[in-house]
């Protein structure tokens, strides 16, 4: 919580580049406050000062964020950028273990630094959704896609979207006998996969965009 703080708080201060918000926060935490846990980070500016409005992040982590774009061709919602999770490989001695910020036996995981980042010009009719693991873990990519157009079509403005991806991926990660992409990648691993690894905390926060730009991506994957 107190990392978040000092994000928004240098964010309110006019600071605009989100590795530097990362960067900047983490030593204020890191300064002020004894840190017993451990952190992703996803920060995200939303410019719309400009004629065309640009997205910037930097991702530290397992949570993230897609860029959802009606189709030229049907107007059906498809992906234009999917930025990646962050995880570390089996063979770095990790199991399971996203980038993070923090210690594990009394050495750092990782810095900001390692975090992901990248700007985008935004589109007139994107929607862009920010979350926590807890929602890419419980839902496939088919389900958030039809549970935004769905929520889009009915005219939710975007909290009432965020609402109701969290408690879809809530009530979705209670059923035992599902199969979710938690459970998939586990199953992958050679690890035994139960229907509770789908079970986590849940934050989502949705931007509709109103003005248009190019599109455009630039940055990591």
């Known amino acids: 919580a107190n990392l978040m703080a000092h994000a928004e708080a240098l964010s309110e201060s006019g600071l605009d580049e989100p ?12 300064s002020q406050h004894a840190l017993d846990g451990r952190s992703t980070m996803c920060v995200l500016v939303l410019d719309a000062r400009r004629q065309s409005p640009i997205l910037r992040a930097a991702n530290l982590g397992d949570s993230t964020f897609w860029v959802l774009r009606p189709r030229p061709d049907s107007g059906r919602l498809g992906i234009a950028l999917k930025m990646r999770q962050q995880q570390h490989a089996a063979d770095e001695g990790y199991s399971n273990c996203p980038y993070q910020l923090g210690w594990l036996e009394n050495e750092e995981i990782n810095t900001p630094a390692d975090a992901d980042t990248g700007i985008m010009q935004l589109c007139a009719g994107d929607t862009v959704v920010l979350a926590t693991d807890g929602l890419w873990d419980a839902m496939h990519t088919l389900e ?15 909290q009432k979207l965020a609402r109701s991806l ?11 006998l599902r199969s979710s992409p938690a459970v998939e990648a ?29 599109g455009s991506w630039s940055g990591a994957p």
């Open 144 to 158: 958030i896609l039809e549970a935004v157009a769905g929520g889009l079509k009915r005219g939710y403005g975007a």
């Open 166 to 176: 969290v408690d879809m991926a809530a009530e979705l990660s209670q059923d035992p």
């Open 186 to 214: 586990m199953a992958r691993q050679g690890l035994v996969a139960r229907p509770r690894e789908a079970q986590d905390d849940v934050t989502v926060v949705v931007a509709k965009v109103l003005e248009s730009g190019s």
């Open 19 to 30: 590795q530097e918000i990362l960067t900047q926060a983490w030593k204020l935490a890191r």
